[in-house]
């Protein structure tokens, strides 16, 4: 882990270095129009916090581009300069978990505001997969940071199925990781759990979209990911296990 997070400065600058004439499939111009896929979803996730169990949501789904505007799923932000095989973006995440810790002891809750990060980042769509590298501060109660690295590959079957496996890592600064698992001592006598302060921690994700043709531009994709959590934060006693699992079913028409 250590050595994966020494090497992401190394691997972004490498990125963003990249010459532009070796950018064969990026497009030299921004689209004036609508392109990719809006639709409905249903989400669900489980972060395994104190008693409460599944949270599930029906909202709308976007993964789509206009001009320098974009909604990736989570994400929204404006590109602004050409870098590499994409661009430097002003980057926002939008988080559809509830951070409310319920006291299996007392009943007892603790309701934690949902976090506001905004940041930089960039999508770096090359030959080998996408690169999502993204630096957040929370602008909620955390006042924390958030930093991820993405990497998605496309495999397409003869059914024109296709596969979008992932695999990432993401660290919490102690600010952040503190606010949503920690509990501090007033919280510890109202709820019953130990007191405890969260370092700054990494965590591993893996998970997998698959997308399916309907009819026309109709598609369903289906999206599930399982986080693993580091010892910081599955050492505080509001953690029931050590892994948060999220899924979405999308039906979508994709704008060309």
Known sequence: MKLLLKALPHLLIALLLTPLHAVGDVPNSLPDHIVGDIGVAAYTSNLHIGAEGTQ?????????????????????????????????????????????VKSPFNGASINRSDPIPLGLGTFQETPIGGFFVNAYHDFGKSKGALYELLYFAELETYQKIVFYPQVGV?????????????????????????????????????????????????????????????????????????????????LAYRFK
């Open 56 to 100: 599930s949501l029906i909202l709308p789904y976007a993964f789509f581009d206009y001009q320098r505007f974009f909604v990736r799923i989570d994400e929204v932000g404006i590109k602004t300069f050409k870098m590499g095989y994409g661009y430097l973006e002003i980057i926002g995440k939008i988080n559809l978990d509830s951070y409310k």
């Open 170 to 250: 993401e660290r919490q600064s102690n600010q952040y990781a503190n606010y949503y698992y920690g509990i501090n001592p007033g919280e510890s006598q109202l709820t019953g759990y130990s007191a405890y302060s969260v370092p700054a921690t990494n965590n591993l994700l893996a998970g997998i979209m698959v997308e399916i043709p309907v009819i026309d531009s109709w598609y369903i994709n289906v999206y599930g990911k399982r986080k693993w959590m580091g010892n910081g934060i599955n050492n505080s006693p509001v953690m029931n296990r050590s892994f948060q699992d999220n899924l979405f079913v999308a």
